[in-house]
């Protein structure tokens, strides 16, 4: 595979890759935010990486001069390896802060549950702001997925409707303004942070998911349980299992 700084080599190791966890007894549900990278039902926030919003203007810096050289020049041959050496690099600062991020979640919690934003949303905005924190975000969601795998963690996507405009404490509906950052409910009098007012309805709603599985399983909801992948060999003779591989993302 060829890359801009040199070739790189791909293995695939065909091995499920299974990691003892001891339950935690903690659930979490995560808001994503412009302001934060995403706020927790815990009220914790986890502030967008710095790293990517440098990188972010270097990249622009990169395309203007790009687009000052000459076609067929050297200048230009030069510009458009820096430019494709700094995505590079961007990509792996974003791919590192997912990794880790979503490990420590995962292994910190025996339910995580997030919204199901639709890509096709985000793909309509051309801020170039948003559309890097959009693919750290997605990156950052499909490590979780894939931890969720290893370390038998349930992960739920939850359809993200109402999540901020709801009551996490009386469920009844509070309509707000995007300029709005707090959640005060005149039903019930519960005044909290909008984004930690959200965490909570998409922790509720993951619950809710997870408790249903039995009887409906949706076919929308991308539900992840540890527990169908065959551990022992007694039950593989009997089963038949289909082999399944655990691929971990690659960007
Ligand atoms: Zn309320």
């Known amino acids: 595979m060829r890359r801009a700084d040199g070739y790189y080599a791909q293995f695939c190791l065909d091995q499920e890759r299974i990691e003892n966890r001891k339950p935690t007894g903690k659930t979490i549900g995560l808001d994503v935010g412009l302001t934060h990278f995403y706020t927790d039902s815990n009220g914790e926030t986890v502030e967008n990486p710095r790293h990517l919003r440098k990188s972010e203007k270097a990249l622009k810096r990169l395309n203007r001069r790009l687009s000052r050289t000459q076609k067929g020049s050297n200048n230009r041959t030069k510009a458009r390896n820096r430019l494709s050496r700094k995505h590079l690099k961007v990509s792996r600062q974003r791919k590192d802060f997912a990794v880790k991020l979503a490990r420590c979640v995962v292994q910190s919690n025996d339910l995580v549950a ?40 349930i ?56 408790g249903h599985t039995g009887t409906n399983a949706s076919g929308d909801i991308d539900l992840c349980l540890g527990g169908e992948i065959p551990l022992d060999k007694s039950s593989r003779g009997k089963r038949k299992p289909k082999k399944r591989f655990l691929e971990s993302p690659v960007f």
């Open 114 to 153: 997030y919204e199901d934003l639709q890509v096709r949303n985000m793909v309509k905005n051309r801020c170039l702001a948003k559309s890097i924190s959009d693919a750290a975000w997605t990156q950052f969601r499909q490590w979780v997925e894939y931890f969720g795998k290893v370390f038998g963690v």
């Open 155 to 210: 992960t739920v996507a939850v359809p993200p409707h109402h999540t901020s405009q709801n009551c996490s404490s009386c469920g009844k509906v509070v309509k707000k303004s995007l300029s709005q950052r707090t959640h005060r409910c005149f039903h019930c009098s519960y005044v909290q942070d909008r984004d930690w007012n959200a965490a909570r309805n998409i922790l509720e709603l993951g619950l809710r998911t997870v």
